[in-house]
């Protein structure tokens, strides 16, 4: 099989095309702009590797897409690119759009051209055997929770933010070119990811740097937001579950039965660092900020046989300790940001 993964410098994404080449014999091709939350030094150990291709480029190119469809016979999109950092997306929410929106519109026709059976038929809605566009996608889209209950397929899109947003925009135009089209389309949407190769901005590698420098932990509000943790090994085996087995046209949620306080999350951080809880730092709580999610991934586990393997103490723990022996690689991503940080 020959892949597309879209976004594959980033956490998810190079964590994903890792696990496949380990686990197939596919060729896998990882087109990526680069941006902040790009890195290549997450795939170095395998940058030779002869069924892995690095391509740099912007999803909105669609010459540039049509040239990777063509040239490496693409039969599966595994679509991770996004503007994820919700802060920003406050700031600048048409970077979002463009990016999240239009980008994801613009692979969906590339797919739709290249697969579709008769290219000189306007309308065809035949494509060829075994192909898949999958949407990675967040729980974000579902806006918040009260105190009881789970997100499932089937709970409405209720975005609070203009990152949820913009993914829940996509999420409908991947599921439109699904209804109108028949593009073979599904749609994961996932709870919090933790794991290695975790941009700093996010919330647990963030604490570690933070605490690993002794310096304040910014908490929004009171901390007691609930969050669903997901290890990024279970994600990988998750969406591997559903390239090969989800069924067309379907959403499934992918979930960690991880709930956990941001406050709990923290202190386990700073426990198991040895570091005093005073480097808590409360501060106003972010716009619209959601104050709870849990996901249910009941259809995913009963149609699918998918489970997560990870207890959030032992996956938090493998996790701190990553980051403990690979400093030098969290150092060199904060430059990078800083850098461009500057430069925009």
């Not at 599921?175 to 709870?191: D, F």
């Not at 290695?196 to 996010?202: A, V």
């Not at 604490?207 to 994600?235: C, F, T």
């Not at 087995?245 to 202190?267: L, P, Q």
Request: with cysteine; glycine share 6%.
């Amino acid at each position: 099989m020959n892949i597309l993964v879209t976004g594959g410098a980033g956490f998810i994404g190079s964590n994903f095309i890792k696990y496949m080449l380990s686990k197939y014999d596919y060729t896998i091709v990882n087109l990526d702009l680069l941006t902040y939350a790009g890195n290549l030094q997450n795939l170095k150990d395998i940058e030779d590797e002869e069924r892995y291709n690095f391509v740099k480029g912007d999803i909105c190119d669609r010459d540039l897409l049509t040239k990777l469809f063509h040239q490496y016979e693409i039969q599966a999109v595994i679509h991770f690119a996004a503007e994820s950092h919700v802060d920003k997306s406050i700031d600048e929410p048409e970077i979002f759009l463009k990016t999240n929106v239009f980008g994801t519109q613009a692979l969906l026709d590339t797919a739709k051209h290249y697969w579709k059976v008769r290219k000189s038929d306007k309308y065809c809605t035949e494509y060829k055997d075994d192909v898949k566009f999958i949407q990675i996608s967040t729980d974000e889209v579902y806006g918040a929770l009260g105190k009881e209950g789970c997100f499932t397929e089937k709970t409405n899109l209720s975005p609070n933010s203009p990152y949820s947003a913009s993914k829940a925009s996509a999420d409908l135009m991947v599921r439109a070119y699904y209804e109108t089209y028949k593009l073979p389309t599904v749609i994961t949407r996932c709870s919090n990811n933790y794991g290695p190769y975790q941009f700093p901005e996010k919330l647990i590698p963030m604490i570690i740097s933070q605490a690993l420098n002794n310096l304040p932990i910014p908490v929004y509000g009171d901390g007691k937001q609930v969050r669903d943790w997901l290890h990024v090994e279970d994600h990988c085996t998750a969406i591997d579950s559903v390239l090969h087995s989800g069924r067309i046209g379907e959403v499934y949620n992918v979930g960690g039965n991880n709930e956990k306080e941001n406050i709990e999350t923290i202190k386990f951080i700073l426990n198991y660092l040895k570091k005093s809880e005073d480097l808590i730092e409360f501060v106003d709580d972010r716009l619209g900020h959601d104050g709870r999610y849990a996901i249910a991934n009941t259809k995913i586990s009963e149609e699918l046989g998918w489970v997560p393997s990870n207890t959030f103490n032992d996956g938090l723990s493998k996790t701190i300790q990553w980051y403990l022996e690979n400093r030098e690689w969290t150092m060199s991503l904060i430059s990078i940001a800083n850098q461009t940080s500057k430069k925009n």
